[in-house]
T-cell receptor
Framework: AQTVTQSQPEMSVQEAETVTLSCTYD???????LFWYKQPPSRQMILVIR??????QNATENRFSVNFQKAAKSFSLKISDSQLGDAAMYFC?????????????FGEGTQLTVNP | ETGVTQTPRHLVMGMTNKKSLKCEQH?????MYWYKQSAKKPLELMFV???????ENNSVPSRFSPECPNSSHLFLHLHTLQPEDSALYLC???????????????FGPGTRLLVL
């Protein structure tokens, strides 16, 4: 079974600074997808970024980028120029690339605080 | 309305009550999901519906009964719940391609349930 581990329950960053959230996963599959979701106080889960395992290039979305290390099974999220609105719980998630794989496996989350 | 909506946003019920949670997706997706988010635990997948057919039941107690009348609507019927069922219930939807590949899941805002 796949597992996702986020070893940082809480992180904080100064506004305009950069922060990196860690995520590691365990799988025996070669085809899979990785996601970072953001859950602000409103509780809605919002997709931040997605990475296909077969792509070597790290995904980027504006101020958000990932460092995908497939061999190390590591998938960290870097937030540049942090903004107050970035404060939220961040979840790393894994999904199998198999056609029958619909289950998202989530980590336990990292609570990010952005200090003004 | 756009995206994934859920009603009610908050619900308080007694253990003998019967209530239903509603989810509606406006994204043209063909798969829908129920997740449970308890305090300090990762999200847990409860049910998956592809093309209105239930394809996964993650060992959920029978006091939770899902219903998917069409690909845009998903219900979770609740009866004789326990206090430990208090949690945030999140609905999500995605598109499953003809080859069975599931695209990214998009989440609703959730229903905060309190069972007294």
């Amino acid at each position: 079974a796949q597992t996702v581990t986020q070893s940082q329950p809480e992180m904080s960053v100064q506004e305009a600074e950069t922060v990196t959230l860690s995520c590691t996963y365990d799988t025996s599959e070669s085809d899979y997808y990785l996601f970072w979701y953001k859950q602000p106080p409103s509780r809605q889960m919002i997709l931040v970024i997605r990475q296909e395992a077969y792509k070597q290039q790290n995904a980027t979305e504006n101020r958000f980028s990932v460092n995908f290390q497939k061999a190390a099974k590591s998938f960290s999220l870097k937030i540049s120029d942090s903004q107050l609105g970035d404060a939220a719980m961040y979840f790393c998630a894994y999904r199998s690339g198999e056609t029958s794989g619909s289950r998202l496996t989530f980590g336990e989350g990292t609570q990010l605080t952005v200090n003004p | 309305e756009t995206g994934v909506t859920q009603t009610p946003r908050h619900l308080v019920m007694g253990m003998t009550n019967k209530k239903s949670l509603k989810c509606e997706q406006h994204l043209g997706h063909n798969a829908m999901y129920w997740y449970k988010q308890s305090a300090k635990k990762p999200l847990e997948l409860m049910f998956v519906y592809n093309f209105k057919e239930q394809t996964e039941n993650n060992s959920v107690p029978s006091r939770f009964s899902p219903e998917c009348p069409n690909s845009s609507h998903l219900f979770l019927h609740l009866h004789t719940l326990q206090p430990e069922d208090s949690a945030l219930y999140l609905c999500a939807s995605s598109q499953v391609t003809g080859g069975g590949v599931q695209e990214t899941q998009y989440f609703g805002p959730g229903t905060r349930l309190l069972v007294l």
